[in-house]
């Protein structure tokens, strides 16, 4: 039986030797993005991919996800689990996002699924197997980006989801129930962060879907029989904007609000107004303190001209807490593959990712691969350097899972022994389903 380094060169080998096969897996999903929940081709582009490889696995958990395994022959063991995200986003400035829909993947999910696949071949090199412990879980979930609220929410209402992440839903649905631990890699364009590097921690994630009722009249001729929903709506971003001053520093409270329906016709006083947005903050307390400053707000614009306002509010994600354990054994494996000198140390990022609410369940890590260029979210992302944003990112887990599942699992058994997870699978869903609430305040 191979030894642990033997076992890391030949999936490093492997990995290479289908190089040019895991880029093009990336690629592929490039050219057919899909926002969440809609994944539909993806999710059986990737099927087919696991197909290929023997690998078995469940299709339509949460609407599109994927969940197949790997499975050790040297023993029992924990399990492993290795992500990748479906969803793209949707940017109509971009050059190449889809004509009909908008949809591109301009935060690099489609190098997720790159790496996905690339973990699975170079862990199926002869001999790596047999000389592991334990299970590999490879999972293809959807609807990362957060997107596409209202019609999430009507997902919701239907019944055909809980929750307007797939992560969560993941977790709801006891697909992590099986799995110790969990790894993602994110591609980054960001210039200041080193071509591999680990994460630290994350903003996360109070959404609300808030509607504006007022009374429809002629604009023209007898405004004043109507009230103004759009009036309300502009009163209430000020509001907002109002309450900057009063959040600190160091809670990273970030407030984006859109309006997403702002009237049905000129000549007719707006009735029906719609905003969407984002309460992120580094806390689970600062998120429920600024999230009551924002519904303070909307209350008030509502109240300025008479209206009512509907306001809807959905958990979203938790703040993201890096695994420091794992992330000791990617920051080696990092650093034979780009050198010490090239493997970064994260910061606190105010962006939010569902990979929060993993780390909260049990130990995991969500390092960053370099490659891409241009603005994340932004109309000018894409990936430029393949090898690194891809086939260098696919190594750096699959030489951490070897660490973790080889020699009886013995390094997998230690994170586990060392970690204490913040919450319960129960406590957990308690908490989110406890965000949950719809209120209609008029004057």
């Known amino acids: 039986m191979a030894g642990r380094e033997e076992m890391k060169a030949l999936v490093g080998k492997e990995i290479d030797s289908h190089a040019d096969e895991i880029i093009g897996v990336a690629r592929a999903v490039w050219a057919t993005p899909e926002p969440g929940f809609r994944e539909e081709r993806t999710s059986r582009y990737i099927s087919q991919k696991l197909r290929d490889l023997g690998i078995p696995h469940r299709g339509g958990i949460a609407l599109t996800g994927i969940k197949g395994y790997l499975s050790g022959e040297a023993g029992p063991g924990p399990t492993v689990a290795v992500l990748g995200e479906l969803d793209s986003l949707i940017v109509p400035g971009h050059p190449e996002a889809d004509p009909r829909t908008g949809a591109v993947h301009a935060c690099g ?129 000020q509001a907002i904007h109002s309450q900057r001053e009063t959040f600190k520093d160091q809670d990273t409270i970030r407030v984006h609000p859109i309006i997403t329906q702002g009237g049905t016709a000129v000549n007719s006083v707006p009735a029906d107004v719609r905003m969407e947005t984002f309460v992120r903050g580094r806390t689970t307390q600062a998120i429920a303190d600024a999230d009551a400053k924002v519904d303070r707000c909307l209350r008030a614009g509502a109240m300025a001209v008479g209206g009512k306002v509907r306001i809807v509010t959905l958990p979203g994600y938790m703040p993201m807490v890096t695994n420091p354990h794992m992330a000791d054994l990617w920051r080696q494996n990092a650093a034979t593959l780009v050198g010490e000198e090239n493997v970064g140390e994260g910061r606190h990022r105010t962006a939010s990712t569902d990979m929060g609410d993993v780390m909260h369940i049990m130990p995991a890590i969500h390092p960053f691969s370099g490659g891409a260029v241009g603005n994340h979210h932004g109309a000018d992302f894409y990936i430029k350097d393949w090898d690194l944003a891809v086939i260098k990112g696919a190594k750096a887990m699959a030489l951490t899972v070897v660490d973790l599942l080889a020699e009886g699992a013995a390094k997998a058994l230690d994170v586990k022994a060392r970690s204490a997870p913040s919450m319960t699978k129960e406590q957990y869903l308690a908490f989110m389903q406890g965000i949950f609430k719809e209120k209609v305040y008029e004057e």
């Open 109 to 237: 999910h489609h190098g997720q699924l790159g790496m996905l696949i690339g973990v699975a071949l170079g862990l199926q090199a002869r001999g790596v197997l047999k000389g592991l412990c334990g299970r590999v879980a490879l999972m293809a979930v959807p609807a990362e980006e957060y997107i596409e609220i209202e019609w999430r929410d009507e997902l919701r209402r239907q019944g055909k989801v809980q929750f307007l992440g797939g992560k969560p839903e993941f977790i709801r649905l006891g697909e992590f129930d099986d799995v110790d631990m969990a790894m993602m890699t994110h591609v980054t364009s960001e210039s200041a962060e080193n071509p591999l590097t680990m994460s630290h921690t994350s903003n996360g994630i109070v959404a609300k879907r808030i509607q504006f009722l007022g009374r429809a009249a002629h604009a023209g001729s007898a405004p004043w029989a109507g009230i103004n929903a759009l009036n309300a709506a502009m009163i209430a971003l």
